[in-house]
């Protein structure tokens, strides 16, 4: 049964009509904006900010496939590894068109070309414009067709190749992950790869240690999870319509799908376990599905396409030239991603990425820092990119998630390049684990400089969130859906306007202001989580602790940003060596990257 991935419309609302519902007023007048006139304009935009749009979505190249029909059925145009086999598309698809045809996406299930089930979306041509078409498929592209858009079949080599870079598995561990992607059973699985079912087993057990999973449907999730990112809860409002389930079936669906056991389930729902087998074998006679494992892939892969299907824009990824994308599971479940761009036998440099930006390190600076002998590893603090948010407190998380990191690259401790917003988590990793602290550079901490009259847009909405907590989490959910290339390109020429000569000059480079607004659609492509909470930390009247700061870290500030805050926690931080850089702003790293180096490598 087809089912449609988007809301009814709905009027859009403005940032500021947004926190009138939540019983929130917009500052109607704030001493930063005062202080400041010019900034009024970028305050008065950020007030009207609309909430309805949709944000990007990234996905990774090479995990989607498209189809050019007509509304005959017949394929006009098909990506070669499209799962799809004939002229003309299966019955199950043409109900999709069916769908379609009132002028939205469908999704449904329908069988491949390999005699499988896929989750399949059907749009019409006007709607699927933000979908990564070839120019062949664009040219043949018009109004009275339909695009279908499934996810590409597993080519196993791949996926395993991922998941043992990523979980750190074995060879073998990968590839009998990978193959149980397709095989019904374990020992299908263990004949396909030529070896033993206890070794196969074992095996299994390894991989599901490290991925930080107990049941083969949760492994196929997380494997799934590394070509189009975590996929959003929900409700079982897709998997009721999609698969004709009744609303209890769809629960005890949802729970399966996710790797819950059937005792789990019942508990869950407050149900005996004969409910949830019963509801199970129901769900399974209406669909096809054969098991929990495929039901596991499936949701992943319909959830994924809902997602996709309302997005205004897909941005295709690769780990190419991005470093290594890497992720370690904690006792509590959650998952934290680090980027780590080697080599192995490099002094480790962990770097702490800034509140929107700095996922990666631009190509030159990654080469400056492996020349100069360091290994730049890129933890993603709690709710940033792939980490999951925080359970509890927010900075006692961030310490010992970067302790987990350190952990999964063998080192004992580590130098540190931290910015701005990052102080708080850098001086807390500081204060509960200084062993792990080789030599740190803080390049301008959090306030450290009061805005000069020629200043950056983003200095006033620090001060406004600083001064109105009440509004960060609106403020952030919002922002996230101006995550657009085009829109968020706009947003961040503009906050750098009136900014430091050298930051100008970055962003007034194509290649740059690409590296930079991708980085961030990154930060914010799970949850806006991680930004919020961090914001709160400052605005909560965070405070630096005592002690832990020793001879072996140096701070900078950059007089591009304006005057040093007099009497400032940093210059009084113990025996630190204090640096004011003449040249360079926010973007320090990236417009003075031989300086930085300098300062990493000096004794």
């Not at 609309?50 to 006009?76: H, K, N, Q």
């Not at 999870?225 to 996929?231: A, D, F, K, M, V």
């Not at 009440?470 to 961040?492: C, N, P, S």
């Amino acid at each position: 049964m087809a089912t449609d991935p988007r809301p009814p419309p709905a009027r859009a609302r403005s940032f500021r009509e947004a926190l009138a519902a939540s019983a929130v007023a917009w500052p109607t007048s704030d001493t930063a904006v005062d202080a400041e006139p010019h900034l009024q304009g970028v305050v008065d935009a950020i007030g009207g900010l609309e909430t309805a749009d949709i944000p990007a979505v990234w996905m990774r190249d090479s995990a989607l496939v498209f189809a050019i029909v007509g509304a005959d059925g017949g394929i006009r145009l098909k990506d070669p590894a499209f799962p799809l086999a004939g002229e003309n598309v299966s019955p199950s698809i043409m109900q999709l068109i069916r769908a379609a045809r009132g002028g939205r996406p469908a999704i449904g299930l329908a069988e491949s070309a390999s005699g499988s089930l896929g989750a399949f979306c059907v749009s019409p041509a006007h709607l699927a414009s933000a979908w990564p078409l070839s120019e062949t498929a664009r040219s043949v592209l018009n109004e009275a067709h339909f695009v279908l858009m499934a996810f590409r079949p597993p080519p196993l080599s791949p996926i395993a190749r991922l998941a043992a870079s990523a979980f750190g598995l074995s060879d073998l561990e990968a590839r009998v992950a990978g193959a149980l992607l397709e095989a019904p059973t374990l020992d299908i699985a263990a004949g396909n790869l030529g070896v033993g079912r206890e070794t196969a087993r074992s095996a299994l057990k390894g991989a599901m240690r490290k991925m930080g999973v107990r049941r083969t449907p949760a492994l196929i999730r997380r494997m799934l999870e590394l070509l189009c990112g975590p996929s959003p809860e929900g409700d079982d409002d897709l998997l009721q319509k999609t698969l004709d389930l009744t609303p209890a079936q769809a629960r005890v669906a949802r729970l399966s799908a996710r790797g819950s056991k059937i005792a789990e389930v019942a508990e869950s729902l407050g149900v005996r376990t004969e409910t949830v087998k019963s509801h199970l074998r129901s769900v399974f006679a209406k669909s096809g599905i054969a098991g929990a494992k495929d039901l596991g892939r499936l949701d992943v892969e319909m959830r994924a396409l809902a997602t996709l299907a309302q997005a205004r824009e897909i941005v295709g990824w690769t780990d190419q030239a991005e470093g290594r994308l890497r992720l370690v599971v904690q006792r509590d479940g959650r998952r934290v991603a680090f980027v780590d761009y080697g080599p192995k036998k490099g002094r480790p440099l962990l770097v702490f990425h800034a509140l929107a930006s700095g996922r990666t390190l631009s190509p030159r600076l990654a080469g400056m820092l492996q020349a100069a002998g360091f290994r730049p590893i890129i933890p993603q603090r709690p709710g940033f990119g792939l980490t999951d948010p925080q359970i509890g407190d927010y900075l006692s998380t961030a310490a010992d998630d970067t302790v987990a990191v350190l952990d999964a690259v063998g080192a004992d401790s580590a130098d540190v390049f931290a910015r701005d917003i990052a102080t708080a988590a850098l001086m807390a990793l500081a204060e509960r684990h200084p062993d792990r602290l080789g030599r740190v550079v803080l390049l301008n901490p959090e306030g450290a400089r009061r805005p000069a009259r020629t200043s950056y847009a983003i200095s006033a909405v620090a001060a406004l969130l600083q001064r109105h907590p009440e509004i960060t989490g609106t403020f952030f959910e919002v922002l996230r859906r101006q995550t657009r290339t085009d829109r968020l390109a706009a947003i961040v020429q503009e906050s750098f306007r009136n900014g430091a000569p050298s930051d100008q000059r970055v962003l007034r480079q194509p290649e740059a202001l690409a590296w930079m607004v991708r980085d961030m659609q990154a930060m914010v492509a799970v949850t806006a989580r991680g930004p919020i909470s961090e914001r709160l930390v400052y605005a909560r009247g965070w405070c630096p602790p005592t002690g832990v700061v020793d001879d072996s870290w140096i701070i900078v500030t950059s007089r591009e940003l304006g005057p040093a805050q007099p009497g400032a926690w940093w210059t009084a931080a113990g025996r630190a060596k204090l640096v004011e850089a003449s040249n360079g702003g926010l973007l320090l790293a990236v417009s003075h990257p031989d300086d930085l180096v300098e300062l990493l490598t000096s004794r």
